[in-house]
T-cell receptor, first 111, second 116 residues
Framework: QQPVQSPQAVILREGEDAVINCSSSKALYSVHWYRQKHGEAPVFLMILLKGGEQKGHEKISASFNEKKQQSSLYLTASQLSYSGTYFCGTERGTNAGKSTFGDGTTLTVKP | GAGVSQSPRYKVAKRGQDVALRCDPI?????LFWYQQALGQGPEFLTYFQNEAQLDKSGLPSDRFFAERPEGSVSTLKIQRTQQEDSAVYLCASSLNPRGGLSEQYFGPGTRLTVT
């Protein structure tokens, strides 16, 4: 079952914050986040394992609520380089390798 | 190598032709994945290898799709009798973790397949 991401698109000014959500109807074991710029490969941002942890990477952090089967990606003080499409990938723990990705959230940061 | 490489980067095939797409993962990476990405959508899982063993091929759309990784490194995705709906970007990713879904996946640049 494909996770659902929201919103589908966000437009920000430099320095503004954004939150991207990823929800699943199935129990999750892990959630991972990637950013893909147009015509390029997805680049790994972070992975969260079940346990409700929160992780941070500079001004990008994420949380994982396993009870709600949701993850959120927080981008603070956005920079122009944050523009791209953000995908969440989920793994249910019942299958060692299969990751299911959402359809992405397109983030545009303007000067 | 420095990263995951894929070849060719672009492939145009006439309907009915067979194609072979190659993936060179990062040296030492145990897990290897193939994804299909349609325009405006997220990567869709095709198949997964742990070393040379194909542990999951549930995402392959039909029996025209076949993937192999005979020596546990380079992988080839073969599509027989291509059809227009096969047009997409095919992404390969590798991971150090044997349980690939639980760790960082490094993606290659993809092969853009256009079937005319």
């Amino acid at each position: 079952q494909q996770p659902v991401q929201s919103p589908q698109a966000v437009i920000l000014r430099e320095g503004e914050d954004a939150v991207i959500n990823c929800s699943s109807s199935k129990a999750l074991y892990s959630v991972h986040w990637y950013r893909q710029k147009h015509g390029e490969a997805p680049v790994f941002l972070m992975i969260l394992l079940k346990g409700g942890e929160q992780k941070g990477h500079e001004k990008i952090s994420a949380s994982f609520n396993e009870k709600k089967q949701q993850s959120s990606l927080y981008l603070t003080a956005s920079q122009l380089s944050y523009s791209g499409t953000y995908f969440c990938g989920t793994e249910r723990g019942t299958n060692a390798g299969k990751s299911t990705f959402g359809d992405g959230t397109t983030l545009t940061v303007k000067p | 190598g420095a990263g995951v490489s894929q070849s060719p980067r672009y492939k145009v095939a006439k309907r009915g032709q067979d194609v072979a797409l190659r993936c060179d993962p990062i040296s030492g990476h145990v897990s290897l994945f193939w994804y299909q990405q349609a325009l405006g959508q997220g990567p869709e899982f095709l198949t997964y290898f742990q070393n040379e063993a194909q542990l999951d091929k549930s995402g392959l759309p039909s029996d025209r799709f076949f993937a192999e990784r005979p020596e546990g490194s380079v992988s080839t995705l073969k599509i027989q009798r291509t059809q227009q709906e096969d047009s997409a970007v095919y992404l390969c990713a590798s991971s150090l973790n044997p349980r690939g879904g639980l760790s960082e996946q490094y993606f290659g640049p993809g092969t853009r397949l256009t079937v005319t």
